[in-house]
């Protein structure tokens, strides 16, 4: 491999199979460790184009993305990089923005719907539109260490990539709670709430992908994915005493009792009020209370109009709403707050959840 190449964003390699069919599995990783593998508009290009030419490449029987770096797979978008765009101004201030999330948008629908067997292996880190990358993979594998979550709400923008149709899959209210809070899940909450589905420990990589050439590929999808199962699941029986107890099940009907409540205002004073019993919810209670107000009644409603609608649906959904976010005031603000000024002191408007009004909510669905 050149210098160049290993300086690339993404990385990708071909690996042939046991028994020299010429079959190979696609291998694709994440690149800017010292970024957290925050994604970039060409790291989405890239991803996309690639993985376009495996879906249709008879050689490549599986796929598996992943992430370099210790600390994680993926941060999530590169959202600074939107909002310094839009700061510097000009007509062209919202080019780069609308064309990363459509970019975006379009490679997370290629991974749901993607024709071959896709492992998608989250260490660490993983939220966001790393998420988004993650969660359509037909096979979702998270390792020790994981932290999970779409965290929108401290930036002004909404659980997107898909977030309406994945958090609404979620039991018992898990869902609307992450999806209004941030509430980061390790990796034994992230597989019982259905985010994953195995746990292999990261020092295990390697052996795994050895291991995955070993199978016995045959070139059809439906056989190799039913092949991969199997594996997957023997993988996962082989290091699942690795698992904490999932919190998540312990908390499961105060969760359910907090995400029923029929407002927004109403799921924040009832996670006050579960914080102040327990100290489990206090992180989660604080992040929607001081969090904006325009996202929370937002997410709220969106959670609403997408409960059934199609992964489809809910992406193209999700490209008309973040136009609109670019082009409103919290989104630029709460990222200028977290991660360009880094000041954490955030001018929300409206400063509050009563001064949110039902026009300013629902100019956030039309475009």
């Avoid at 990358?133 to 709400?153: C, D, F, K, W, Y």
């Avoid at 009832?270 to 009644?297: C, I, M, Q, W």
Wanted: negative net charge; aromatic residues 8%; proline residues 5%.
């Amino acid at each position: 491999m050149t210098i160049q190449e290993s300086e690339a964003p993404v990385l990708f390699e071909e690996l042939a199979v046991s028994g020299g069919s010429g079959l190979r599995v696609g291998i694709a990783r994440l690149n800017r460790p010292k970024q957290l593998n925050a994604l970039t508009l060409e790291m989405c290009q890239m991803l996309l184009d690639r993985f376009r030419a495996w879906a249709s490449d008879e050689g490549i029987v599986a796929v598996m993305l992943a992430g370099n770096g210790d600390k994680g797979f993926c941060a999530g978008g590169d959202v600074a990089g939107v909002i310094r765009e839009v700061r510097a101004g000009g007509p062209r201030r919202f080019v780069y923005g609308d064309a990363f999330f459509d970019v975006e948008y379009t490679l997370d629908l290629l991974i749901h719907t993607f024709p071959k067997p896709l492992i998608s292996w989250a260490h660490g880190v993983c939220m966001g539109g790393g998420v988004g990358l993650t969660v359509g993979a037909s096979h979702r594998i998270v390792s020790e260490r994981s932290r999970i979550a779409m965290p929108e709400i401290h930036i002004g923008l909404f659980p997107d990539v898909g977030g309406g149709w994945f958090l609404n899959r979620l039991p018992g209210g898990v869902g609307t709670v992450m999806a209004l809070t941030g509430m980061i899940v390790d990796e034994a909450d992230a597989i019982h709430a259905g985010l994953a589905d195995y746990f292999v420990p990261e020092h295990a990589r390697g052996a795994f992908i050895d291991s995955l050439l070993a199978l016995d590929w045959s070139g059809e999808p439906r056989a190799d994915r039913e092949r991969l199962t199997r594996f997957c699941l023997d993988q996962h029986k082989r290091w699942r005493e690795g698992l904490p107890v999932p919190k998540l099940r312990q908390y499961a009907e105060a969760i359910r009792w907090i995400a029923a409540q029929p407002t927004v205002v109403e799921v924040r004073d009832a996670l006050l009020a579960a914080a102040d019993e327990d100290p489990y919810f206090r992180v989660a209670a604080d992040n929607l209370a001081k969090g904006s107000p325009t996202t929370a009644h937002v997410t709220f409603e969106y959670l609403r109009r997408t409960r059934q609608m199609s992964i489809a649906e809910v992406l193209a959904l999700d490209l008309v709403m973040a136009r609109r976010f670019q082009r409103l005031h919290d989104f630029g603000e709460g990222v200028r707050a977290l991660l360009i000024d880094k000041d954490r002191a955030p001018k929300w408007s409206p400063a509050s959840f009563d001064e949110v009004s039902d026009e300013l909510v629902a100019a956030h669905f039309v475009e």
